[in-house]
């Protein structure tokens, strides 16, 4: 069996996610692949939609800056260039979809947990992305607290 030779690697930006991190950059130098990242932020209208008449603009500037930020502090130590960095706005599960195809991306690496699964073995993101995914998908086994 040949190995992958590009991977997307989904990022919540929680203290978790160091641990996926770890693994796909294992994966990388093991396959000699390249690699790529994705950060999606979730609209707070997603959440709040109508049901609050506010201008959530600023407060979302400010959660692109910070995680900009944090993004570049993931990538850099691993030497993954800007155009392999990916931060998008829309649902996570769709939009790792949506970057897989476009870059053609034959593994997708995300954490078997993070923000929304701690209870559960395996979160809500993971779950989706592997339902609908067009390559494998690794779901890398999270541990808490570590
Ligand atoms: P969850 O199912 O939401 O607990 O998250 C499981 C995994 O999905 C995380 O460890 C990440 O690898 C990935 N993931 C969750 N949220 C995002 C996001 N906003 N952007 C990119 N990847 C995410």
Known sequence: MSGYRHLLLGVDLSAESAQVVARAKAMR????????????????????????PMDFSGIQEEIHKQASTHMASL????????????????????????????????LIVVGSHGRHGLALLMGSTANGVLHGARCDVLAVRVRNGS
Request: aromatic share 6%; with cysteine; net charge negative.
């Open 75 to 106: 990538c850099e130590p691993l030497a993954i260039p800007e155009s392999n960095r990916h931060l998008v706005v829309g649902r996570p599960e769709t939009e790792i979809h949506h970057i897989a195809e476009e870059i053609g991306a034959d």
């Open 29 to 52: 130098d093991a396959f000699g692949s390249e690699l790529s990242v994705i950060h999606v932020i979730e609209p707070l209208s997603f959440a709040y939609g109508g049901d609050i």
